[in-house]
């Protein structure tokens, strides 16, 4: 059953963000990850307006999107972003539903 990282972002510092979000969709790539939505347009409906980014990701199943995000290399592109406020990420991880 797919499962999908669901994440919401703030951009502080473009330049140290910009130096996480080169890493992360290789990462994802090995981790059986694909990208359904990234940045683009978009309306908050309800809720903060804190945030500007939001991306969903799905996986093959919730292990590989949990593996993914504690990987040594995730966690090392990570650092860019959380050094230094770059950027502020709200992540969860979810599970889809059986087809």
Same mark, same amino acid.
């Given at each position: ?13 473009p ?10 969709p290789?990462?994802? !790539? ?6 359904l939505? @990234?940045? #683009?347009?978009?309306?908050?409906? $309800? ?25 040594? !290399? ?7 972003? @959380?050094? #230094?406020?770059?950027?502020?990420? $709200? ?9």
């Open positions: 059953m797919p499962a999908y990282w669901m994440a919401r972002a703030r951009v502080n510092d330049v140290e963000y910009k130096k996480y979000a080169d890493l992360v290789g990462i994802i !790539a090995d981790h059986g990850g694909k990208v939505a @990234r940045g #683009g347009t978009y309306e908050i409906m $309800e809720g903060p307006e804190h945030f500007h980014r939001f991306v969903i990701i799905e996986f093959p199943n919730f292990e590989a999107g949990v593996n993914c995000f504690k990987s040594e !290399a995730y966690q090392n592109a990570a650092s860019f972003r @959380r050094a #230094g406020g770059a950027g502020e990420v $709200e992540t969860v991880m979810l599970d889809g539903l059986a087809s």
